[in-house]
């Protein structure tokens, strides 16, 4: 890693501050971007373009996009200034909304011979040859035949307990769209609003967005889209809310990029309000370039355990489970400790929500972050893929340390359940038995312990680690937990008391700096149908439906100064002992 300049650089000429290299290549990066969304609205009059065969190059990153506020018929193109959309143009693009929406209403509501249930998984599959009948026109109506490419397509139902206007709204507005899917959005924008609803209205909404979804590890690349998505109200219980790629077809179009192309054809979801909460169905469905995936991840990404409607489903259903609990007044007091106050309740959920985010970002594996392999393998044995080390700079942002940070992340395969892999880490009891960071010989006390859903795994807690003579004042460990059927995280950081207590009373947790540390975990794929228990056959029919293992990624986060090579390989030796202390404690040790 390298030390950033301490001062900046001066033009000989005029002696003015130059743009530094960062700079500059935002700046490029800017450029890029305009040329990108010109290309994008100037193929709309290319019936190529109707076919959304393939994406083209994608944005270096989402820093270099300026947002712009509500507007019809304009795009930001990054560098402050605004490429109009021609009448025609415009009508062409609300054209494709129009196609999508209907596409997705269907794909979602219909059922044998468009969709037909595996015996294997018990889960919806895609019948193409229907879809083509019914969707599709053209030489290449499938759209999907290029070879180096596949498609993905998965639906998956649930019930959520926020109401319809709460998620309708937080799917068109940037930010909150982040907020429901911190572990999958790493960075997203609003490029353009191409036609506005009436009096803050979401219905007939049309906006051009970007975004980068990524898995809990880097070594699943990240994919960038560029779409369009499109709200319309369909009964007055019923919204839609649907994305479908804008780009050209652009087969042999080169990029730096690790993230992985991807087309998004019409997918998205039909919210329906119920008197139980609002159902939500949702269909995926790309097309994207063949990347490299290590063998172990291969089944996970297959399955839609990566980017699969269920792991949609399964992280709103999480989040909107939280937001319902950091309102929530009726809480039982077994599942809320050390907070008196429903203010403070709010308080230390949102610190945690906004370290477990961080925490989501860097083990992702986002393009922001140049990763780069250490020359050895400290992970051991053959399931492990070596430490991945990085640095960023914080300047500026009150919620982390200020300076330089360095990053390592490992990630490993374990023969462990999922369940009980998460059980282990969230367990104060053992935490000794893996905290590398932990004193020898000072056990942990919960002192706060907060419920953000009804899976007793759905909690933040904080620790203070006991010292002999019993004093508890000093650095406490604030601990967010999250699991879902597709994905478990347990997030972590060591907060001054002194700091903590104000937030447990209710106060602004922003100016709070956390470095979080911690784990992912997810399901390696391995599945079979869900088991139907019998009274005969109840330990053997549960056993068949918890076999295969972890996939677990490790994350390590330390200020880099006063010397950024050897805190890289400290970080880098804190990810590796700490799975190795795993293994030993699991006794998966050499598997």
């Known amino acids: 890693m390298r030390e950033l300049a301490k001062k900046s650089p001066r033009c000989p000429g005029c002696g003015a501050a130059a743009a530094s290299t960062e700079e500059q ?3 490029l990066e800017n450029a890029m971007l305009r040329a990108k969304i010109e290309r994008l609205l100037g193929n709309l009059g290319n019936p190529a373009a109707d076919k959304l065969a393939a994406p083209a190059s994608p944005s270096r990153s989402a820093r270099a996009i300026r947002p712009i506020s509500s507007g019809s018929g304009s795009v930001a193109d990054g560098c402050g200034g605004v490429v109009g959309l021609s009448g025609h143009d415009r009508t062409r693009i609300l054209e494709l909304a129009g196609r999508a929406l209907r596409e997705l209403t269907t794909m979602c509501s219909s059922g044998e011979p468009l969709w037909v249930r595996s015996v294997e998984t018990g889960r919806d599959v895609l019948n193409y040859d229907e879809h083509v009948r019914l969707f599709q026109c053209g030489d290449d109506p499938a759209g999907d035949q290029r070879a180096g490419w596949s498609v993905e397509v998965s639906r998956e139902t649930g019930v959520v307990y926020l109401d ?21 959005i790493s960075k997203a924008v609003t490029l353009s609003v191409i036609r506005a609803g009436e009096n803050d209205d979401k219905d007939g909404v049309v906006q051009l967005m970007f975004a980068e979804v990524q898995t809990l590890t880097p070594l699943i690349p990240t994919r960038e889209v560029h779409f369009l998505r499109h709200c319309k109200k ?20 080169q990029t730096s990029s690790t993230a992985c192309k991807c087309l998004k054809k019409p997918s998205g979801c039909v919210i329906e309000e119920q008197t139980n909460g609002c159902k939500v169905t949702w269909v995926e469905h790309a097309t994207c370039r063949n990347a490299a995936v290590p063998s172990v991840y291969r089944l996970a990404a297959a399955s839609g355990l990566a980017f699969g409607a269920r792991r949609w ?17 009726n809480i039982p007091t077994r599942d809320s400790t050390g907070v008196a106050t429903l203010a403070g309740r709010r308080s230390v959920l949102k610190l945690a929500h906004r370290m477990a985010s961080s925490l989501c970002r860097v083990i992702g594996g986002s393009r922001d972050l140049a990763w780069s392999g250490l020359a050895s393998n400290r992970g051991g044995g053959g ?16 919620g982390e340390p200020q300076g330089l940070i360095a990053c390592a992340v490992l990630s490993a395969w374990l023969p462990v359940n999922p369940a009980a892999l998460f059980d282990f880490l969230r367990d104060e009891s053992r935490r ?24 007793r795994g759905n909690c933040v807690k904080a620790y203070a680690a006991t010292s002999p003579a019993g004093d508890q004042d000093g650095e406490w460990i604030l601990q967010d937990s999250s699991t879902s059927p597709c994905e478990s995280t347990v997030a972590y950081a060591a907060v001054d008391a002194a700091a903590l207590r104000p937030v447990i009373d209710g106060h602004d947790s922003s100016g709070v700096a956390v470095l979080p540390c911690g784990f992912a975990v997810m399901p390696d794929g391995l599945e079979s149908r869900p088991a139907v228990f019998t009274s005969c056959r109840k330990e053997e029919d549960r056993a068949a439906a918890e076999a295969g293992g972890a996939l677990v990624t490790v994350a390590f986060q330390a200020l880099a100064s006063p010397s950024p090579p050897d805190a890289a390989e400290t970080v880098a ?12 404690a699991l006794r998966c040790e050499g598997r």
């Open 432 to 455: 000794h038995e893996w905290d590398v960071m932990l004193p020898p010989g000072r056990p942990v006390r919960s002192c706060v312990s907060v419920a953000k859903g009804k899976d």
């Open 573 to 584: 030796g804190l990810a590796a002992c700490a799975l190795g202390n795993i293994k030993r």
């Open 25 to 27: 290549q935002l700046r």
């Open 234 to 253: 369909l009964t007055a219980d019923k919204w839609a809310v649907v994305d479908v790629s804008l780009d050209d077809v652009e087969p042999d179009a």
């Open 164 to 184: 319809k206007t709460q998620l309708v709204n937080a799917f068109m507005d940037v930010n909150q769209w982040m907020e429901l899917f911190p572990t999958m």
């Open 383 to 398: 399931a492990g893929h070596g430490v991945r080390v990085t640095s960023r700079r914080n300047v500026g942002n009150p």
């Open 313 to 329: 489903v399964a992280a709103l259903r999480l989040q909107c489970e939280r937001m319902v609990f950091s309102m929530a007044t």
